[in-house]
């Protein structure tokens, strides 16, 4: 059974400060999904990515996929509170398989 | 456009009602997913419609019942709910279901409450 963690599970940070959020597994996929979900809405796509060692920015946003495609970052730059949110990782193989999310708060 | 629309937005039911939920894309898709989402928790897969055809249906209770009229619609007939049922329902499509590297887009969601 494919699985996928995530951490950590809850964070709460000043605006202005650096984060990383992991999303690990003991399968390997081949590509990850970054979604970020507000309350009361769908999971928004941020990135895709497909290569071991990827690295794709977007904007104050940094995704990492790793080397054996089994495992991800996302690191987050100056955080603002716009950056509040659930952040998801969906793993794509066979079917796709969703991390159980990082609940971010950034106060202002 | 990698929109996926889904209606009403809010729903309140009674446990005797029925009613439906639907969702629509535009994108030439051949999969469509129902998941069910409780709060802060991740996305919980319903059913999976590949080709028109039900491909996954996740031990899901009979008062939800899913309707695919064609490639671009997904429907969720829903009657004699339980207050448990109260969740976001996201419908989601992609360009073809197993495919390996296959994206899913997701729509806005229907915030349903039972009473």
């Known amino acids: 059974t494919q699985l996928l963690e995530q951490s950590p599970q809850f964070l709460s940070i000043q605006e202005g400060e650096n984060l990383t959020v992991y999303c690990n597994s003991s399968?390997?996929?081949?590509?990850l999904q970054w979604y970020r979900q507000e309350p009361g809405e769908g999971p928004v796509l941020l990135v895709t990515?497909?290569?071991?060692?990827e690295v794709k920015k977007l904007k104050r946003l940094t995704f990492q996929f790793g080397d054996a495609r089994k495992d991800s970052s996302l690191h987050i730059t100056a955080a603002q509170p716009g950056d509040t949110g659930l952040y998801l990782c969906?793993?794509?193989?066979?079917?796709?398989?969703f991390g159980p999310g990082t609940s971010l708060s950034v106060i202002p | 456009d990698t929109e996926v629309t889904q209606t009403p937005k809010h729903l309140v039911m009674g446990m005797t009602n029925k009613k439906s939920l639907k969702c629509e894309q535009h994108m030439g898709h051949r999969a469509m997913y129902w998941y069910k989402q409780k709060a802060k928790k991740p996305p919980e897969l319903m059913f999976v419609?590949?080709?028109?055809?039900?491909?996954i249906n996740e031990s899901v209770p009979s008062r939800f019942s899913p309707e695919c009229p064609n490639s671009s619609l997904l429907n969720l007939h829903l009657h004699a709910l339980q207050p448990e049922d109260s969740a976001l329902y996201l419908c989601?499509?992609?360009?073809?279901?197993?495919?390996?590297?296959?994206?899913?887009?997701f729509g806005a969601g229907t915030r349903l409450s039972v009473l």
């Open positions: 399968s390997v996929f081949s590509s």
């Open positions: 990515v497909v290569t071991g060692g």
């Open positions: 969906a793993g794509a193989g066979d079917k796709v398989i």
């Open positions: 419609y590949s080709y028109e055809k039900l491909s």
């Open positions: 989601a499509s992609s360009q073809d279901w197993g495919m390996r590297g296959d994206i899913q887009y």
